[in-house]
């Protein structure tokens, strides 16, 4: 009977209403897209950023915005960061951790990237097995296992 009851009264909520409880009671969380971006040289395109904690050298990507989709977001967020265009936008994973969500793509993309965000300190192709020092051994492990399964599956 409370199950039929809160069933009616849900129902009879304004969608605003709805919404405002449904935010109230569930975990907020962020959401970005990065991508893995090769060039024609096989290389992989490497950030310096300014704000990211630990290592300021990784892939790019950034946040989702509200009613953006996420292959629309890591297109806008590499072009205003490089000024590059991606080509052949593919997911690959989507993974959590604790109350952020990263979705990660596969581009491809030529040109050469300038660093045109002022959160970009450089912006640069590097060969696979020349990836900056500093940036994290987990991040280059996961471009450099994601490019070698996709070379033994096109072998």
């Known amino acids: 009977m409370l199950k039929r009851i809160s069933g009616l009264i849900w129902k009879k909520l304004t969608p605003a209403a709805r919404l405002k409880i449904v935010r109230l009671t569930q975990q907020k969380f962020t959401v970005s897209a990065a991508a893995i971006i090769t060039n024609e040289k096989n290389e992989v395109l490497v950030l310096d950023h300014v704000l990211r904690p630990f290592s300021?050298?990784?892939?790019?990507?950034?946040?989702?915005?509200?009613?953006?989709?996420?292959?629309?977001a890591v297109r806008r967020e590499i072009f205003?960061?490089?000024?590059?265009?991606?080509?052949?936008?593919?997911?690959?994973?989507?993974?959590?951790n604790n109350t952020h969500?990263?979705?990660?793509?596969?581009?491809?993309?030529?040109?050469?990237?300038?660093?045109?965000?002022?959160?970009?300190?450089?912006?640069?192709?590097?060969?696979?097995?020349?990836?900056?020092?500093?940036?994290?051994?987990k991040q280059k492990?996961?471009?450099?296992?994601?490019?070698?399964?996709?070379?033994?599956l096109n072998s």
């Open 101 to 137: 969500v990263e979705i990660i793509f596969r581009a491809f993309a030529s040109g050469k990237p300038e660093a045109k965000s002022r959160e970009i300190n450089a912006a640069v192709w590097f060969k696979v097995d020349e990836m900056p020092e500093e940036m994290s051994e």
């Open 141 to 152: 492990t996961y471009v450099r296992n994601l490019l070698e399964s996709e070379r033994k």
């Open 80 to 96: 205003e960061e490089t000024g590059l265009r991606l080509n052949n936008v593919r997911l690959v994973q989507v993974r959590t």
């Open 56 to 72: 300021n050298w990784g892939i790019p990507g950034g946040f989702v915005e509200a009613g953006e989709q996420p292959e629309e």
